[in-house]
């Protein structure tokens, strides 16, 4: 049987990741990888997390299933994060092993409702959407959204996009902080995106991945927000990966908005049943600690300070990486961990062979990567291989 099937490429962070951790240099950075990293280069466990750690140490009695539906608290807990107000009962949704498993999970949902489904994707985008939608029968239809070379959002490109599509077609947006342009919808942006899916019957597929971590909690999901009160019809992928530091538990969830309280609960059913078929039951851990930090109120002032402070840390490097050289002043204006730099593959190159710099193949940074005492020495190992081109 497996005589049939064809080597894969190997992922490329994966193997930068080896070519990192073998380089003996001094001074070499990594801005490959996609985590948050602190003033001393870790990924530290929030100190919320690790005290929620300590309570379900003390309190769990049981390690059982939880169902396909996952925790539901945990799942209702995170509402009032994501959504403000809660919508009421036309909003429904279940915990997922992840951001992923949640897209994922929506993407399934999306081919249930109509197999073969239209998903637009601005380009470019996190590379594992598009096989994310396809390998579920979906069609994805790229369309420009940031121009690189300008550092610009092609605004006039994504509503030609929006407004060639029609009622059955969806719309993948990142809620904030993009990955990997960090170049996000203002507000005036957000509402004129509202109107043109209501006008045209498209549903937005939100992924929320990096909440808290570009402007703040309330402020990254306005757009997610806005999109709830003006559309009948919403699916939002949620990510406790980021914002609490949970990578290797795989925290998510699935939220769908319906147009009513019935066709909610019809929507959950068929999550239930994706899920059951998809992983069975989700991991427990990593919800538990979020459920148990978002139920003291003592915990998660801890956890949003944390999380406050995650934030300003990556604004302050954008803020240096924008004072020390005039042509990186957009990222200042970029939010979130991630924007990618107009650089060509020999620069790419040039960087982690001669100036022990480390970033993906496409131009893609991670800034929680530097440390404000890096500025200096990224700043020039750009301007050695020739930035901007």
């Not at 009513?260 to 929507?267: E, G, L, R, V």
């Amino acid at each position: 049987m497996f005589e049939t099937l064809a080597a894969q490429p190997a992922d490329a962070l994966l193997a930068l990741i080896g070519l990192y951790r073998d380089d003996p240099r001094p001074g070499k950075l990594d801005l490959g990888v996609g985590v948050y990293r602190d003033e001393t280069g870790a990924t530290p466990i929030m100190a919320a997390v690790k005290r929620a750690e300590e309570i379900l140490l003390a309190t769990r009695t049981t390690k059982s299933y939880l169902g396909p539906e996952g925790d539901l608290v945990f799942v209702d807990l995170l509402k009032p994060i994501a959504f403000g107000a809660d919508p009421g009962p036309r909003l429904t949704g279940v915990q997922t092993p992840g951001g992923s498993g949640a897209l994922r999970l929506a993407a399934e949902l999306i081919a249930a409702a109509k197999p073969g489904a239209r998903v637009l994707v601005g380009q470019p985008t996190w590379p594992n959407h598009a096989p994310i939608l396809t390998s579920a029968g979906l069609t994805v239809v790229p369309h420009p959204f940031f121009d690189v070379a300008r550092q610009t959002i092609d605004f006039a490109a994504v509503k030609a996009a929006i407004a060639a599509a029609g009622p059955g077609d969806v719309a993948l947006l990142h809620g904030c902080c993009h990955n990997p342009a960090g170049a996000d919808l203002d507000e005036a942006q957000w509402d004129e995106i509202a109107e043109l899916l209501a006008a045209r019957g498209v549903t937005p597929l939100v992924d929320l991945a990096y909440q808290g971590l570009g402007r703040g909690l309330d402020a990254d999901a306005f757009g997610t927000r806005r999109l709830v009160a003006r559309l009948p019809e919403v699916l939002v992928a949620f990510s406790c990966d980021k914002n609490f530091g949970l990578y290797r538990e795989r925290v998510g969830a699935l939220y769908g908005l319906a147009r009513d309280a019935d066709t909610a609960a019809t929507m959950r059913s068929n999550m239930a049943a994706l899920a059951r078929v998809n992983w069975s039951m989700p991991p427990d851990h990593g919800a538990a600690i979020v459920r148990t930090v978002l139920e003291s109120p003592e915990l998660t002032a801890l956890w949003r300070d944390e999380l406050e402070r995650m934030g300003a840390r990556v604004r302050a490097v954008r803020a240096a990486l924008a004072a020390a050289e005039p042509r990186l002043a957009t990222l200042a204006r970029q939010q979130g961990m991630f924007s990618t730099l107009p650089l060509t593959k020999p620069q790419i190159d040039r960087l982690r062979a001669e100036h022990a710099v480390y970033m993906a193949g496409s131009g893609r940074i991670n800034l929680a990567g530097l440390q404000v005492a890096d500025v200096p020495a990224f700043v020039a190992a750009l301007a050695a291989v020739g930035f901007p081109g």
